[in-house]
């Protein structure tokens, strides 16, 4: 038993909850475990001491127990007797959550099968099936379960138990006063070895298919969007759980439109004289034509807004909006009817004498 305050050992003040006990002892078995401190004496009397502090202050009796009375009220044989099975749960928790199956089962839970891997289907669609949705299949290349072998691995009559581990599929090792399981190299924790390996899965228990796949793809999805097919992943053997499916897609541009979050963004191009004198033009949108009114005297660069011609939204609640800029086109090429017409145009502005620069002051007279 340590001599040392319980509370100094884990670093807290008397007032700290559960969580923070619990924090504390993470941190110390951290820093002071065996396995990463091998063949430090003191390392481990440290750890023994976290953990003598940790199974006394995270019982509440014990705990109420030491405040009032100290180590003495705890009994003749001190805070630290062994491991009841609540507190051998606590210290099973917080052990896997710093290191764990890796170390201390070797990569798996002995006894448990295996689960299959996720798997990664990269889809491209176009833009408008992002939009409305579609159903489409695919083809999936994945690893199945051995049929013949129904995923052992083995010929019939072909596995005998493990001789290593006599079949348990772990070994028990000491680390100072604990006792750990960790998965038998030999058989890797299935407990069972092949004596005889499956002729189609060459031992494996698992093998290479392609399957198809039928899937609906939202309305609304965007670029990055992952689609979880649960269990359609890569088979596991021997009943393990299969893995899952994700499906992440990527949107082809628009040769029109572009998307921000669930609105469309469009540009027009319109004249001198609709910008002028005001239009009804017709736009392009997901749901086909749709007339827009042009005021008269609108200005190249401004932004109107046709309502619910967005994006649906995938968590439903409508559709985004469409949002059109119009763009005043400058004529590269007149003719002399045209010429003359903006020559007159000029004169009523007050340009008496057209030179050089008079179509871009023309231009800059419609903004």
Do not use: W
């Not at 031992?203 to 796949?213: A, F, P």
């Not at 990527?250 to 029109?256: A, Q, W």
């Amino acid at each position: 038993m340590s001599d040392r305050d319980y509370y100094e050992i884990l670093g807290l003040g008397r007032e700290a909850d559960l969580a923070a006990i619990k924090k504390a002892y993470r941190r110390a078995a951290l820093q002071y475990h065996p396995d990463k401190n091998p063949g430090d004496s003191e390392a481990e009397d440290s750890f023994k001491e976290a953990a003598e502090a940790y199974a006394v202050l995270s019982d509440p009796q014990k705990r109420r127990l030491y405040d009032q009375y100290g180590k003495r009220g705890l009994g003749a044989g001190g805070g630290f007797q062994g491991f009841d099975s609540d507190i051998f749960g606590d210290f099973s928790d917080i052990l896997g959550d710093l290191f764990g199956f890796s170390s201390i089962f070797g990569g798996r839970r002995p006894g448990r099968a295996q689960a299959g891997r996720d798997l990664r289907y990269d889809l491209e669609i176009d833009f408008e099936e992002a939009v409305r949705g579609l159903e489409t299949r695919i083809q999936v290349p994945r690893m199945e379960q051995c049929q013949e072998c129904r995923g052992s691995g083995a010929s019939e009559g072909g596995i005998r138990s493990c001789d290593e581990c006599g079949g348990r599929g772990q070994l028990a090792f000491q680390q100072g006063f604990f006792t750990f399981a960790r998965a038998c190299g030999r058989c890797g924790g299935s407990g069972k070895r092949i004596t005889k390996p499956c002729g189609r899965c060459q031992g494996r228990g698992l093998v290479r298919q392609e399957r198809t796949l039928g899937i609906r793809i939202p309305a609304g999805v965007d670029n990055g969007t992952r689609i979880r097919m649960s269990g359609e992943g890569e088979g596991a053997r021997e009943g393990g759980r299969r893995g899952d499916l994700y499906v992440v897609l990527s949107v082809r541009e628009h040769p029109l439109f572009r998307r921000r979050e669930n609105d469309i963004h469009c540009a027009l191009p319109i004249s001198f004289s609709q910008a002028a004198l005001g239009a009804i033009l017709e736009v392009p949108t997901l749901d086909g034509g749709e007339d827009l009114e042009i005021p008269a005297g609108t200005q190249s660069g401004s932004q109107f807004r046709l309502r619910g011609k967005g994006v649906p939204r995938l968590n439903g609640g409508g559709r985004g909006d469409q949002y059109v800029t119009v763009n005043v086109h400058t004529p590269q090429k007149l003719g002399e009817e045209r010429r003359r017409l903006l020559q007159e145009l000029a004169k009523l502005e007050g340009e008496e004498q057209p030179g050089p620069g008079l179509f871009d002051r023309v231009k800059n007279i419609f903004g």
